[in-house]
Each structure stands twice: as structure tokens, then as C-alpha cells.
């Protein structure tokens, strides 16, 4: 297969991804891990070292087992190059109570590591603050394999999957922590509304889509 059949059949894979399961939860946690490796947020957020890798893949799982996949719309292509994870607006918004926070608490010291927990909980705080109240889907994560990037298959994933929100009628919602990704989300209909980074942090730019419906109306 040549390189220009290659892409085109990944592209199909991407514009026709099938729904996650709890099976395919480390699969996607280590695509996200490697795709978000380098992102600014996440490397402001991240313990740096050979350690990141793993703290990465361990929150992208707990992320995947516990929220994304029981509660919400996990769109996979078959081939596993790029994933998206979306939460509807009647997904919970926190994973539990107090004691189930508590149980977070290591996992975060692996992913940020002590110097850098501050970060992550200012980072965490800002996001909750800016979290919209109206009812909308929430595009919590995509990303495609680090070695699959530039070859459109986000945009690709992203349009397949925006379809199935304007089916249920309601807004969506991402915040953007790569610059890079701007105009990949513009095209998809989102329009920037501010940065809510905490100060010294990267951006991180709320967008928001409004509600269209199925038929483009």
C-alpha cells in the first residue's frame, strides 16, 4: 500500500470511528498519553522526566474507565490512530464524593509530581470555575498518535463526531490547549471565548459551538 492509499484509508477509519468500550480504555489512554506528551498545558502540568509517560497514560486511563466510557461518547477509528472523548450534558460532574477525591490524590502526585500538584490544582480549579452551566456536550479530549498527526484525521474524527452532537440539539463545549489546534476548531464551528489559564500557565482558550441541528439549520 503506498503512502496516499494509507492516508486515505485512515481517513476512512477516522470518518467512520466506532464507539469505545472498556476493553479498548488502554489502548486510547496510551494514544492520548503520547499525543498530549508535548502539549503546553499538559507539559506545564506534568512531572518532566522519565516518569511523565506513565503518570500521563495512568490519568488518561482513570480519565477513560471511570467518566468517559461508562458516562459518556468515546468515538475510536478501528485502527486506533485517533480518538475522541466526549461527555453529554447529563454525564455527572465529578466522580464522586469526598472519599472517591481522596483516592485521586496519588494519582496526581505520579502525574504532576509534588513540585508541580500546585499547578495541577490551579489548573483544575480554573476549569471548573469557566465550566459553562447551560446544557452542552463536552469535548474533554482528541488526539491522534503522535506518528498519524497532520494527516487530518482529527479534523476528520471531529467532523464525524460533531455530527452525533447536533443530533441531540444541544451546544458543545472543549477548551483548547494547543494553539496549533485553533483553526481545526474554528472550522468545526467553535469560537473562542477567553483564556482561563491561572496566571504564569499556558493558554487555555474556553470555546464554545452553539446549537445546531442534525440538518445543519
Not at 485512515?10 to 489512554?29: C, E, G, N, S, V
Request: overall charge positive; hydrophobic content about 45%; glycine content about 8%.
Amino acid at each position: 500500500m503506498s503512502d496516499e492509499q494509507d492516508r486515505h484509508a485512515r481517513l476512512d477509519a477516522a470518518a467512520h470511528p466506532r464507539r469505545a468500550t472498556m476493553d479498548d480504555a488502554r489502548t486510547i489512554a496510551r494514544l492520548f498519553a503520547a499525543a498530549f506528551a508535548a502539549d503546553p498545558v499538559m507539559d506545564w502540568i506534568a512531572r518532566p522526566g522519565p516518569k511523565r509517560a506513565t503518570g500521563l497514560e495512568r490519568f488518561f486511563y482513570w480519565l477513560l474507565q471511570r467518566r468517559a466510557i461508562p458516562f459518556g461518547h468515546v468515538w475510536m477509528a478501528q485502527d486506533a490512530s485517533v480518538a475522541a472523548a466526549w461527555l453529554p450534558p447529563e454525564a455527572p460532574a465529578s466522580p464522586g464524593g469526598f472519599f472517591d477525591q481522596m483516592k485521586l490524590i496519588p494519582m496526581f502526585v505520579r502525574l504532576c509530581g509534588f513540585p508541580r500538584l500546585g499547578r495541577g490544582s490551579a489548573m483544575g480549579d480554573a476549569m471548573e470555575k469557566s465550566h459553562p452551566h447551560e446544557p452542552h456536550f463536552y469535548l474533554a479530549f482528541i488526539a491522534a498518535a503522535p506518528r498519524f498527526q497532520g494527516m487530518g484525521l482529527g479534523g476528520t474524527l471531529l467532523d464525524a463526531t460533531i455530527r452525533k452532537v447536533d443530533e441531540a440539539g444541544v451546544p458543545a463545549y472543549l477548551e483548547n490547549s494547543n494553539p496549533k489546534n485553533t483553526r481545526l476548531y474554528e472550522r468545526a464551528g467553535f469560537v473562542a471565548r477567553k483564556n482561563i489559564s491561572p496566571p504564569d500557565a499556558p493558554p487555555l482558550i474556553a470555546m464554545w459551538r452553539e446549537r445546531r441541528v442534525a440538518n445543519g439549520e
